[in-house]
């Protein structure tokens, strides 16, 4: 079963002020051109709330964001959000969907699956086993024989 360590969610935002990654790992994340807004957008274009990021859980308990457009309250942005060139009030996000505010403005949504590779080198098993003996370390070499 996949856990939320498994996954790494990331968004690269393009807008006014170039480019940002931003990884996802909060529950909630709130977009827009407010100042006070979690992931914030640099556009005249943009409203001051424009969208909302959820963390959910899939049947397999795997975690992915579904992104609504305005704020969780029901009040939606002016212009809306373009996902995959769609026009959607909602959307659960899928590896490299494309979400678009405004001209110029835009995110790309990236899940990053973790490979289950081993962290500590004591975990990690070599091809080969070789011992190496540096011949001064042995006083007496006839002594091996016996």
Known sequence: MATQSDHNHLLIIEDDKGSKQIPLEEEVYSIGRDPESDIR??????????ATLVRRKRSDGSPYYRIFDGNLKGKTSANGILINGR???????EDEDEVIFAPKVSAK???LKRENTPTDPV???DEYDITLINPGMIDDPEEWDN
């Open 41 to 50: 957008l640099f556009s005249k274009f943009v409203s001051r709330r424009h």
């Open 87 to 93: 026009k959607l009030q909602a959307h659960d996000l």
């Open 109 to 111: 949504y990236y899940l």
């Open 123 to 125: 975990d990690q098993v």
